[in-house]
């Protein structure tokens, strides 16, 4: 390892002998994996040398891995070396003003209610100095400053706390956990990070969205949130307006701690690009979540509504390790058109009296397929282990696919695994009575389908579970008919 | 209010309204009696506009304007109300809500404006009271788990809610007990104006001396084949329907 140097000030040089010339295109890395992209990054992100280390030996273990076969779809192609695996936070605005965006993307912002600000924003205009939310941010960060609370980017987090980074980045998902995680580990973009001190309460609802700088750590994020002994947070990751994004795979690791008695509740509303009609040019959403209740008495608890994306490929988990700990996951997971969901949860009950609950509901429309897969492990020394799980399946049309594959592994005979499966279809009879009381079909299946999804919707918090109903209409709107 | 005149209507491939007159005006409760697989619930799935019905001949009137060119939920907002004879489960769907949603669409169509939160409150405990209808039925998710009596009820309470021009009730007494009975009939006459009307499709005589019938006809074959008033319901009562269908026999030959 004693030629880095030499090898950032190669990089350096191909800079130059590859005429990045403005400051625009010298942040953005040439394409293709290999250790010199990975330096590269690096260097760029001024990282310490053992992040460095990480990252290559993420890209080592992601050499080493091959492509899973057991999905229940047809992976599609990827050219890892045709993907720029660096591009600087900062981008130009892709237009000057609204008149420019997609009309269709404006009609969906309107019927969310978005503010023009935040529809800007999100459709990628360029947007005023003063924007709202600046302030609204600033005192946003002094409150949670008063609490010892850390919330900055995963980068920020490197160069401020090294020593909590160096500890926990890679302890639930290791770098070689699974291709897209080790992928993840030698590339990572940029992503968020959390610490939540011990004993302390985090006053409101955490979310990327309020924090600056965020535009673009996209394709590779990683995300760090640690609550310590007796802590709270609740986490909200991505937001119900439709995300456009020219890069097709998507690939993050989250990874979540929760030392004694603390709890993480963690929320996510996934709306990217599903693609076309045909599913052609929607994103690969391909994550990897996994939480870990470490203490006694801890509790993460994971809740999806998953909407967008051509594919979504995840399995958000809890490592139930103290004893009395519980993990819960709750998810809706929607797919049209020719959108594929393999999702669900992997629960391991290691600690005594661990409990877990799982609630899935998947909603299947149009030629979309849905899997729920699911693990529920219950190891030697978890005595009187808890789980319950609800599978349910919603089908609209008959050219849709709902599947399951729940698998339960237990070694411990004092547990308790409860399953229960149910496929049921909008009826023909259901829309005909709600449109015998005035309420057209669209409406008729909206009420339907947020009634079917309602035990997950309720885990979500306030503002964001209403702002989800109107996504799951929307979303299923001229399914039907 | 309603005009039907020679409706036939039929279900994959098979005939089985056959020519049905019928005239409602406003004002007047009409029963509808018959023997089992008659008719009757095809007669309310047509004029409530269930797709799987196809009228081939015949024509329609409501108030005026053609019914069987409007979809279903237009012939909802203009007033007509179907209490239906197996009303359906939809889980997690408050029924309050429901009702909200659905007050909201038929307002909307008449233009008015839609109720606060505190009007709507009022006005559902008002028709609560009316047909004494469980405070706690009202807060569940819409018919889920619901006796057979109590989503005959919870039709009754709808149809209070929604306040319809012309309601008609298919079998609504089957599977309720005589206080269930007696507590929707009272329901239903307080409901009853000068302003509406009431088709109620029912096998027994007892449900139609609670709510007193202007007409009662007599549905066979897919069409009506006797009306009368009040006595007929009697009648059958005592008689069943086998004489009916003599009579129609002679009537045939003579011809
Ligand atoms: N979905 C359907 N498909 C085929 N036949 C039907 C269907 N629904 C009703 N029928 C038939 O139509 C006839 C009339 O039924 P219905 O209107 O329910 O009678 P009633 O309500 O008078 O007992 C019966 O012969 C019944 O079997
Ligand atoms: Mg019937």
Same mark, same amino acid.
């Given at each position: 390892?004693?030629?880095?140097?030499?090898?950032?000030?190669? *990089?350096?040089?191909?800079?130059?002998?590859?005429?990045?010339?403005?400051?625009?295109?010298?942040?953005?890395?040439?394409?293709?994996?290999?250790?010199?992209?990975?330096?590269?990054?690096?260097? /760029?992100?001024?990282?310490?040398?053992?992040?460095?280390?990480?990252?290559?030996?993420?890209?080592?273990?992601?050499?080493?891995?091959?492509?899973?076969?057991?999905?229940?779809?047809?992976?599609?192609?990827?050219?890892?070396?045709?993907? !720029?695996?660096?591009?600087?936070?900062?981008?130009?605005?892709?237009?000057?003003?609204?008149?420019?965006?997609?009309?269709?993307?404006?009609?969906?912002?309107?019927?969310?209610?978005?503010?023009?600000?935040?529809? /800007?924003?999100?459709?990628?205009?360029?947007?005023?100095?003063?924007?709202? !939310?600046?302030?609204?941010?600033?005192?946003?960060?002094?409150?949670?400053?008063?609490?010892?609370? #850390?919330?900055?980017?995963?980068?920020?987090?490197?160069?401020?706390?090294?020593?909590?980074?160096?500890?926990?980045?890679? !302890?639930?998902?290791?770098?070689?956990?699974?291709?897209?995680?080790?992928?993840?580990?030698?590339?990572?973009?940029?992503?968020?990070?959390?610490? +939540?001190?011990?004993?302390?309460?985090?006053?409101?609802?955490?979310?990327?969205?309020?924090? *600056? $700088?965020?535009?673009?750590?996209?394709?590779?994020?990683?995300?760090?949130?640690?609550?310590?002994?007796?802590?709270?947070?609740?986490?909200?990751?991505?937001?119900?307006?439709?995300?456009?994004?020219?890069?097709?795979?998507?690939?993050?690791?989250?990874?979540?701690?929760?030392?004694?008695?603390?709890? #993480?509740?963690?929320?996510?509303?996934?709306?990217?690009?599903?693609?076309?009609?045909?599913?052609?040019?929607?994103?690969?959403?391909?994550?990897?979540?996994?939480?870990?209740?470490?203490?006694? $008495?801890?509790?993460?608890?994971?809740?999806?509504?998953?909407?967008?994306?051509? #594919?979504?490929?995840?399995?958000?988990?809890? +490592?139930?390790?103290?004893?009395?700990? @519980?993990?819960?996951?709750?998810?809706?997971?929607?797919?049209?058109? /020719?959108?594929?969901?393999?999702?669900?949860?992997?629960?391991?009950?290691?600690?005594?009296?661990?409990?877990?609950?799982?609630?899935?509901?998947?909603?299947?429309?149009?030629?979309?397929?849905?899997?729920?897969?699911?693990?529920?492990?219950?190891?030697?020394?978890?005595?009187?282990?808890?789980?319950?799980?609800?599978?349910?399946?919603?089908?609209?049309?008959?050219?849709?696919?709902?599947?399951?594959?729940?698998?339960?592994?237990? /070694?411990?005979?004092?547990? @308790?695994?409860?399953?229960?499966?149910?496929?049921?279809?909008?009826?023909?009879?259901?829309?005909?009575?709600?449109?015998?009381?005035?309420?057209?079909?669209?409406?008729?299946?909206?009420? +339907?389908?947020?009634?079917?999804?309602?035990?997950?919707?309720?885990?979500?918090?306030?503002?964001?579970?209403?702002?989800?109903?109107?996504?799951?209409?929307?979303?299923?709107?001229?399914?039907?008919? | 209010?309603?005009?039907?005149?020679?409706? =036939?209507?039929?279900?994959?491939?098979?005939?089985?309204?056959?020519?049905?007159?019928?005239?409602?005006?406003?004002?007047?409760? =009409?029963?509808?009696?018959?023997?089992?697989?008659?008719?009757?619930?095809?007669?309310?799935?047509?004029?409530?506009?269930?797709?799987?019905?196809?009228?081939?001949?015949?024509?329609? %009137?409501?108030?005026?304007?053609?019914?069987?060119?409007?979809?279903?939920? &237009?012939?909802?907002?203009?007033?007509?109300?179907?209490?239906?004879?197996?009303?359906?489960?939809?889980?997690?769907?408050?029924?309050?809500?429901?009702?909200?949603?659905?007050?909201?669409?038929?307002?909307?169509?008449?233009?008015?404006?839609?109720?606060?939160?505190?009007?709507?409150?009022?006005?559902?405990?008002?028709?609560?009271?009316?047909?004494?209808?469980?405070?706690?039925?009202?807060?569940? %998710?819409?018919?889920?788990?619901?006796?057979?009596?109590?989503?005959?009820?919870?039709?009754?309470?709808?149809?209070?809610?929604?306040?319809?021009?012309?309601?008609?009730?298919?079998? &609504?007494?089957?599977?309720?007990?005589?206080?269930?009975?007696?507590?929707? %009939?009272?329901?239903?006459?307080?409901?009853?104006?000068?302003?509406?009307?009431?088709?109620?499709?029912?096998?027994?005589?007892?449900?139609?001396?609670?709510?007193?019938?202007?007409?009662?006809?007599?549905?066979?074959?897919?069409?009506?084949?006797?009306?009368? &008033?009040?006595?007929?319901?009697?009648?059958?009562?005592?008689?069943?329907?086998?004489?009916?269908?003599?009579?129609?026999?002679?009537?045939? &030959?003579?011809?």
């Amino acid at each position: 390892m004693g030629n880095d140097n030499e090898i950032i000030d190669n *990089i350096a040089n191909k800079e130059y002998e590859f005429g990045f010339v403005t400051d625009i295109e010298m942040d953005v890395a040439p394409a293709g994996l290999n250790e010199d992209t990975i330096r590269y990054i690096s260097a /760029k992100k001024n990282e310490p040398e053992w992040l460095l280390e990480w990252r290559l030996k993420g890209l080592q273990a992601f050499r080493k891995q091959q492509l899973p076969t057991w999905q229940n779809f047809e992976m599609p192609e990827i050219d890892f070396q045709k993907i !720029s695996y660096y591009a600087a936070p900062k981008s130009k605005p892709k237009y000057d003003s609204l008149d420019q965006v997609d009309p269709e993307l404006l009609a969906t912002f309107e019927k969310l209610g978005i503010p023009l600000n935040e529809q /800007k924003a999100l459709a990628g205009v360029a947007v005023d100095v003063v924007f709202d !939310s600046v302030s609204v941010t600033t005192t946003y960060k002094e409150k949670l400053k008063e609490l010892g609370i #850390i919330f900055c980017s995963f980068g920020e987090a490197v160069k401020e706390h090294p020593e909590l980074v160096k500890k926990y980045v890679g !302890s639930v998902v290791p770098h070689s956990d699974n291709i897209f995680a080790a992928l993840n580990a030698a590339a990572f973009s940029d992503g968020s990070f959390v610490y +939540i001190p011990k004993g302390v309460r985090c006053p409101m609802e955490l979310s990327t969205y309020f924090r *600056i $700088n965020t535009e673009n750590t996209g394709q590779f994020e990683r995300t760090l949130i640690i609550a310590d002994e007796g802590s709270y947070v609740s986490y909200l990751e991505g937001c119900t307006a439709p995300m456009r994004d020219e890069n097709q795979l998507h690939a993050a690791v989250v990874e979540l701690i929760a030392l004694g008695n603390a709890e #993480i509740k963690y929320s996510t509303v996934q709306n990217w690009y599903p693609g076309d009609k045909d599913g052609k040019g929607g994103i690969y959403n391909f994550v990897t979540k996994r939480g870990i209740c470490k203490g006694e $008495n801890s509790k993460i608890s994971w809740t999806q509504v998953e909407t967008g994306s051509s #594919i979504t490929w995840k399995y958000p988990s809890v +490592i139930l390790q103290g004893d009395n700990s @519980t993990g819960e996951f709750y998810s809706v997971a929607v797919t049209r058109n /020719k959108q594929i969901a393999d999702t669900g949860t992997k629960m391991y009950h290691i600690g005594r009296n661990t409990r877990s609950r799982i609630i899935s509901k998947g909603i299947s429309a149009g030629e979309g397929q849905n899997s729920y897969r699911g693990l529920v492990q219950v190891g030697p020394k978890a005595d009187s282990a808890r789980n319950f799980t609800q599978c349910d399946s919603l089908l609209i049309g008959d050219r849709c696919g709902a599947h399951t594959f729940p698998y339960i592994e237990s /070694k411990n005979n004092t547990a @308790t695994v409860e399953h229960e499966a149910t496929t049921s279809k909008i009826g023909e009879d259901q829309i005909f009575y709600l449109n015998q009381r005035g309420i057209d079909s669209e409406k008729a299946v909206a009420l +339907i389908i947020n009634g079917y999804a309602k035990e997950v919707l309720n885990q979500l918090p306030m503002e964001f579970a209403v702002e989800a109903q109107k996504l799951l209409s929307i979303t299923l709107e001229g399914s039907v008919g | 209010m309603l005009i039907i005149k020679n409706l =036939h209507a039929g279900i994959e491939g098979k005939q089985i309204l056959k020519g049905l007159n019928l005239t409602v005006n406003a004002g007047e409760v =009409h029963a509808i009696m018959g023997p089992n697989g008659a008719g009757k619930s095809s007669l309310a799935s047509v004029l409530a506009g269930r797709e799987n019905y196809e009228v081939t001949e015949g024509e329609v %009137s409501f108030q005026g304007k053609d019914l069987l060119d409007m979809n279903p939920e &237009t012939r909802a907002r203009e007033g007509l109300f179907l209490a239906f004879q197996y009303p359906i489960e939809i889980p997690g769907v408050s029924n309050i809500n429901f009702l909200k949603t659905a007050l909201g669409e038929i307002r909307a169509y008449k233009n008015l404006p839609p109720l606060d939160a505190k009007e709507f409150l009022a006005l559902s405990r008002e028709k609560q009271k009316l047909v004494e209808f469980d405070a706690k039925l009202v807060n569940r %998710s819409l018919n889920e788990g619901f006796s057979g009596g109590e989503k005959k009820r919870n039709e009754i309470f709808q149809l209070a809610m929604l306040e319809p021009s012309l309601s008609i009730l298919d079998e &609504t007494d089957s599977g309720l007990d005589i206080d269930a009975l007696r507590i929707v %009939s009272k329901g239903v006459n307080k409901l009853r104006s000068e302003k509406n009307a009431f088709i109620i499709i029912t096998h027994y005589q007892r449900l139609l001396e609670y709510i007193v019938p202007d007409f009662v006809h007599v549905l066979a074959n897919g069409r009506i084949v006797k009306s009368g &008033t009040k006595e007929l319901a009697l009648e059958l009562e005592e008689k069943g329907y086998d004489w009916l269908k003599e009579e129609k026999e002679q009537e045939a &030959t003579i011809i």
